[in-house]
């Protein structure tokens, strides 16, 4: 019964491939997130989809697409993986601008 | 933009031991976060401030914003192994509302030794 889940949880890929990680969540929330997180920790918000309508893209390479097909999921595909792309990538769901949940995360080494 | 800045950035504790870890902002905090990372597992939701002078607690972890808002405090009392992990605050952009848009600090290590 777990509230935000997203797989892969790990992901080991060569530069230049394409790969997605998909997020579902199941707590009835409207507004997703992906966000990542740097070798250095800091975690950045990348997108957020509220009602599937994408409302934040914070400056992230067009490579990057996010996809809602419906309220509770919210998927990240990725075009022509680049070493830097490397990090851990947090799915995240909350209802509207409430607390936020995160998913455990998805480790993307491209290699 | 708002930056939120993290002290210690490591902590080693005994077991048993109180620890206060901090979060300072470079603005006024609408709304103060605290979340708990451990590796391999996501991070868990733990308390969420936003009147001044507003504490709250969760068993041994009580966290409080200060009356001048720029300023949050996680204190655990009495550690124990189970509490090690990343401790993160996170902040929603000046004025509120921010559809998740959370500006994180760096994260306190904290590792808790029996």
């Known amino acids: 019964d777990t509230a935000v889940s997203q797989t892969p949880k790990y992901l080991v890929t060569q530069m230049g491939n394409d790969k997605s990680i998909k997020c579902e969540q199941n707590l009835g929330h409207d507004t997703m997130y992906w966000y990542k997180q740097d070798s250095k920790k800091f975690l950045k918000i990348m997108f957020s989809?509220?009602?599937?309508?994408?409302?934040i893209n914070e400056t992230v390479p067009n490579r990057f697409s996010p996809k809602s097909p419906d309220k509770a999921h919210l998927n990240l595909h990725i075009n022509s993986l680049e070493l830097g792309d490397s990090a851990v990538y947090f799915c995240?769901?909350?209802?509207?601008?409430?607390?936020?949940?995160f998913g455990e995360g998805s480790w993307l080494t491209v290699v | 933009s708002q930056e939120l800045e993290q002290s210690p950035q490591s902590l080693i504790v005994q077991e048993g031991k109180n620890l206060t870890i901090n979060c300072t902002s470079s603005k006024t905090l609408y709304g103060l976060y605290w979340y708990k990372q451990k590796y391999g597992e996501g991070l868990i939701f733990l308390m969420m401030l936003q009147k001044g002078g507003e504490e709250k607690s969760h068993e041994k972890i009580t966290a409080k914003l200060d009356e001048k808002k720029q300023q949050s405090s996680l204190h655990i009392t009495a550690s124990q192994p189970s509490h090690a992990g990343i401790y993160l605050c996170?902040?929603?952009?000046?004025?509120?509302?921010?559809?998740?848009?959370?500006?994180f600090g760096q994260g306190t290590i904290l590792t808790v030794h029996p």
């Open positions: 989809y509220n009602n599937k309508e994408l409302i």
């Open positions: 995240a769901s909350s209802q509207q601008a409430n607390t936020i949940y």
């Open positions: 996170g902040a929603d952009p000046p004025g509120g509302t921010s559809y998740g848009k959370l500006t």
